[in-house]
């Protein structure tokens, strides 16, 4: 399960034999949240309000860096590490 970004303690994620649609997870303490790359928006699990904001935003600003790496999961391809929020 490779942590693809970290940001104000959210550990973005990519799990080896994933399944469409195009989605990551996020971690924040004991929250456990799928995250569709698409939208933004929490598919399964729950997140704080806060921590679903922040998600949802590096989401939006990271989507191609995000649709790259399910690609290279697709392809059996090593996953590039993205920047955190605020770290362009």
Not at 1 to 30: K, N
Not at 48 to 73: C, I, M, Q, S, Y
Not at 74 to 88: A, F, I, S, V, Y
């Amino acid at each position: 399960m490779p942590t693809i970004a970290y940001f104000y303690g959210i550990a973005i994620r990519m799990y080896l034999r994933e399944h469409p649609p195009p989605h990551f997870h996020a971690v924040y303490a004991e929250h456990d949240a799928t995250v569709d790359i698409a939208s933004g928006e929490v598919m399964d699990g729950w997140l704080p309000k806060t921590a679903a904001r922040l998600v949802k935003e590096w989401t939006l600003a990271h989507r191609e860096g995000l649709l790259d790496n399910w690609a290279r999961f697709e392809r059996g391809e090593p996953l590039r590490r993205l920047p955190g929020l605020g770290e362009d």
